[in-house]
């Protein structure tokens, strides 16, 4: 089959591998229909690494996905051949103590699709993967909207681990990227409607201000405290940091009322960020961590299905398998109006 993968920094190609046999009962072999890059494909695929997770060369990435299920192990129950399916790229063991504590998105032995070390990626024809990471959509979505579960469902998982107390606490998101325009999908969705965009580029800016952040600030030429200290007396709730930029960290903790919330959502370059501690001990500011998705697909599938979440608003760009490292060049240099690229197959 063909596969993409990445032979150095900033280099990719395609070659002819062996297709992924089923080996467990357990297992279904899934033939690709889109595939979604994500920014953590995009560390990969520019730096070689996120943190202590660092790419062996070649390696192939990849982990948002959806695809037809073409074979199935004889445990397989919840996914039948030809259905289409919405790919969770995480594997857990289900018998650790973090996965009986109801959290297998931090699993001891998690293996997830597309991470130095563990699987390999999805971009391919093929792959193969168990049963219970595949959710059946035929008929309820197109395999694009399909792909895109992934990265709304991080959104999702933010706005639920933020634990707003009604919806109209004042928000604000750095950062429209796929993964900002998720959070702010899912807030829309939830009636919330005093949300700031703080994003540094005007093509992305304007298309948050499109799906219905209230107001935008470019921190590159405006003054963010400023600016949401004169509409925001008292400050903001809850700030989701969906950049993984220091000066968005620094930003958000100005803006924050005393007893805010700020949610790391977005992943810094070289893993570490800093932060000004008197002032954050002094406003008992909460931080919170988030670790991808734990148990939000579903919801994120139902908000697509019924309307209430058009994820195909944040899609910029298609390619073909072909056409991978062009769309990994697009992406990572912020060329051509790119917010979200995606591979198919059709």
Not at 21 to 35: F, G, M, N, R
Not at 272 to 286: G, Q, S
């Amino acid at each position: 089959m063909k596969q993409v993968v990445l032979t150095g920094i900033k280099k990719m190609e395609m070659v002819e591998v062996a297709a992924p046999i089923i080996t467990s009962a357990d297992e279904v072999k899934i033939k690709l229909k889109v595939i979604g890059v994500c920014g953590s494909d995009i560390h990969y695929y520019s730096e070689g690494r996120i943190g202590s997770q660092v790419v062996e060369f070649p390696f192939p990435v990849g982990h948002e996905c959806s695809g037809v299920i073409v074979e199935k192990g004889e445990n397989v129950d919840n996914v039948n051949i030809g259905d289409l399916v919405v790919v969770d790229p995480s594997v857990y063991c289900g018998v650790c103590d973090q996965c009986l504590a109801g959290r297998p998105h931090t699993c001891r032995s998690n293996k997830f699709l597309g991470c130095p070390g563990q699987l390999d990626g999805c971009l391919g024809e093929y792959i193969v993967m168990p049963g219970f990471t595949c959710f059946p959509v035929t008929g309820s979505l197109n395999p694009v909207q399909a792909a895109l579960i992934e990265p709304l469902s991080i959104g999702l998982y933010a706005v639920k681990l933020a634990a707003l107390a009604n919806n109209k606490q004042r928000i604000a998101i750095f950062g429209a990227g796929p993964i900002g325009l998720s959070i702010l999908l899912k807030l829309k969705a939830d009636g919330v409607q005093n949300i700031g965009m703080v994003e540094p580029l005007a093509y992305r800016l304007e298309k948050a201000l499109e799906i219905g952040a209230e107001y935008g600030i470019q921190p590159n030429i405006e003054d963010v405290e400023a600016k949401v200290s004169a509409m925001n007396e008292l400050l903001l709730d809850v700030v989701f940091e969906a950049s993984g930029e220091q000066d968005a960290v620094d930003n958000a903790l100005k803006i924050l009322k005393p007893g805010g919330k700020l949610i790391l959502v977005g992943i810094p370059p070289d893993a570490l960020y800093t932060f000004n501690m008197d002032h954050m001990r002094r406003n008992e500011i909460t931080v919170v961590n988030v670790r991808r998705q734990n148990g939000c697909v579903e919801e994120a599938i139902e908000l697509v299905q019924s309307g209430k979440i058009n994820a195909e608003l944040m899609v910029t760009h298609q390619f073909k398998l072909e056409e991978t490292d062009k769309a990994f060049d697009i992406v990572e240099g912020y060329k051509d109006g790119a917010i979200k690229a995606m591979i198919t197959f059709d």
